[in-house]
């Protein structure tokens, strides 16, 4: 006796056709994303990862650089006790930092990190360049009451910026004005605090 082979039905006919295509074929949406230029703390993964509960590392973008703004110590961190970085604008100046594609689900936290629901900082859109290709609608934040004079940040905010930068690929030539920055101002901030003891 003969057998008839196994016929396999093709998969559309395996299909219910009383259902829409559209809901039999679904694939995953991406989740939506935004750019986040960091210049301060942020440009450490390591650090951020405190901040948003998962590593940042592939999120990396690399260095980046903003026209028209400078550094500036220009806000006091209660959290860290010590001056903590800012961005103010001018003409003549560059800040290089760090470049992220960030998921949307981080971008709660990063508000709270930089206190924006207490009036720390507040969101700010800019244009950067990173790796020769200009970013135009990339978020970052800026201090919302600036001090009138910066203020010296400690060694710990001090390190973990500089390894941000060094890390990430910031300029050489950055990374030494970024340092003598940071460490005028912790000098500056040692000599008044001798004179007051004296």
């Known amino acids: 006796m003969t ?11 395996s299909l219910d056709p009383s259902l829409p295509v559209a809901n039999v074929l679904q694939f995953p949406q991406p989740e939506p ?12 993964p390591v650090d951020l990862k405190r901040s948003l509960g998962e590593s940042t590392h592939a999120f990396v973008l690399g260095s980046a650089v903003l026209q028209g703004y400078r550094l ?21 100046a560059t800040v290089e930092g760090v470049l992220y594609r960030l998921p949307e689900r981080f ?8 206190e924006v629901p207490h009036g720390g900082y507040r969101r700010e ?13 990339v978020r ?5 009451e600036k001090l009138m004079e910066e203020l010296a940040p400690n060694d710990w905010y001090f390190n ?9 690929g910031l300029s050489e030539a950055y990374c030494w004005q970024l340092f ?3 460490h005028q101002l912790q000098q500056r901030h040692w000599q008044t605090q001798s004179l007051r003891s004296a």
């Open 72 to 92: 500036g110590f220009n806000r006091k961190s209660v959290r860290r006790n010590c001056g903590v970085l800012d961005i103010v604008p001018d003409v003549n």
């Open 125 to 137: 859109t800019v244009e950067v360049s990173c790796q020769g290709r200009v970013y135009p609608d």
């Open 160 to 168: 973990v910026v500089l390894r941000g930068a060094i890390t990430c």
């Open 107 to 114: 971008s709660d936290p990063l508000d709270h990190r930089e």
């Open 33 to 44: 994303t935004f750019y986040y230029f960091a210049y301060g703390s942020c440009m450490c």
């Open 140 to 144: 970052t934040y800026v201090v919302v």
């Open 180 to 182: 003598n920055h940071m």
């Open 3 to 13: 057998t008839q082979p196994h016929r396999q039905d093709s998969p559309s006919q």
